[in-house]
DNA sequence: TGTGCGTGCAAGTGCGTACTTGCATTGCAA
DNA sequence: TTGCAATGCAAGTACGCACTTGCACGCACA
């Protein structure tokens, strides 16, 4: 506890206002995603960001405050749509590549991802909306992706569900490893674990 | 707020211990589900339970242990294996059958399973172990009859990479009603969406 | 050289919450 | 009827937490 406590402390004073803010926001994110909103104290915030308790308060001004700046600064939409719009290859690679990407982004924001799951006091919360809407966007694109491929005869079905469908996959992949890790699944690395899916989705969405 | 308080407060004096203890135990699920292990408090769950915030420590001591309680009240071990175990027949059907009842029990403990996602404040904590364990259970039960499909060359591949395939595809279609509820893959019921997974689990991953 | 902004520091305030306690009440069972 | 077990009720305690405040310090920039 003591190492981990004022990580930076020494680099406090020296740093400029958008740097304390930043470190803020990160031990508020990192604190949040063991302990939960209601579980994160801005004291230890304070601690971890290796700064004055007061200092974050000067900063945001109420706990409530800082917990939707976090929300904001860690949930930006994802450049997906640049990924996906390049694909025109063969349908194993590109469908590869898609899920790379989409895992690589998925498991850098699951922390946001589990909180948007359980904080439903207000439906229409900071969650519910900043949180999820990046994993909507996926959906967007990938459906896109889908709607192509099905225009080119090389799926069948509704768009839609079949992203949705993919998009779970990826979930369930990041998911799993955190509540089986030692599962068979996850051996050979997730390149392996994506094939295999992409293998299983293929054979039964294909459309020839 | 003042309708859904003392929901049952004229039954209280009338019930037996056990009833009371059950009402708290049903309350405090209910409350944890919405605002999670911390921001539940004792005073809101004897509320809705209908009985004197006393009476909450009379019967469990302390809060934690309350939490403890729950857990284990309601993360039974389900009782899936006597379903698997007479699915002797066309598999797509037994699969819809296997699916059904992994849905129901999915469904009906899904806010245990949001809490054991978020609370990993330790891990080994109460939610990781017991929350987590029927979820375990229901991947050995599918476990074995991959296995025994496989055996039959109705199947092909590693039973327990199907087996937690199948299982994703249950758990996200759970996940995904919370969180897209207008998703055209839930027209049509519960089942239509089943026989679609099915469809295509199957032609990813037949014999022959 | 001085002026001001960002920060550390320490003490403090008020409120919510877990938990306790003593006593009155009620229902059931011997 | 009497006694006991379970509960209601009201008041109270202790503590943690969000949030405030006043002051001192130091770095940057004029």
């Known amino acids: 506890m003591i190492e981990a406590t004022r990580r930076a402390a020494d680099s406090a004073k020296s740093a400029s206002p958008e740097e304390?803010?930043?470190?803020?926001?990160?031990?508020?994110?990192?604190?949040?995603?063991?302990?939960?909103?209601?579980?994160?104290?801005?004291?230890?915030?304070?601690?971890?960001?290796?700064?004055?308790?007061?200092?974050?308060?000067?900063?945001?001004g109420t706990k409530e405050a800082l917990i939707v700046a976090v929300a904001q600064h860690f949930c930006?939409?994802?450049?997906?749509?640049?990924?996906?719009?390049?694909?025109?290859?063969?349908?194993?690679?590109?469908?590869?590549?898609?899920?790379?990407?989409?895992?690589?982004?998925?498991?850098s924001q699951m922390d946001m991802i589990r909180w948007s799951l359980v904080e439903q006091e207000y439906e229409a919360s900071i969650f519910a909306t900043?949180?999820?809407?990046?994993?909507?966007?996926?959906?967007?694109?990938?459906?896109?992706?889908?709607?192509?491929?099905?225009?080119?005869?090389e799926l069948r079905g509704d768009p839609k569900k079949l992203a949705m469908m993919f998009m779970g996959f990826i979930f369930m992949h990041v998911l799993a490893r955190k509540k089986f890790p030692d599962s068979e699944l996850h051996q050979g690395g997730a390149d392996a674990a994506l094939r295999f899916y992409i293998d299983v989705f293929l054979n039964g969405v294909r459309g020839k």
Request: net charge positive; aromatic share 6%.
């Open 20 to 60: 304390t803010r930043e470190r803020i926001l990160s031990a508020a994110r990192e604190i949040m995603a063991k302990k939960g909103k209601r579980g994160a104290t801005t004291r230890e915030i304070a601690d971890v960001a290796g700064v004055n308790e007061a200092t974050i308060f000067r900063h945001f």
């Open 76 to 107: 930006g939409f994802l450049a997906l749509r640049e990924v996906a719009s390049q694909l025109h290859g063969e349908i194993t690679e590109n469908l590869l590549e898609l899920g790379r990407a989409m895992l690589e982004r998925m498991e």
């Open 130 to 153: 900043t949180a999820w809407r990046p994993q909507l966007a996926i959906l967007e694109v990938v459906g896109e992706f889908m709607q192509r491929r099905i225009a080119l005869s």
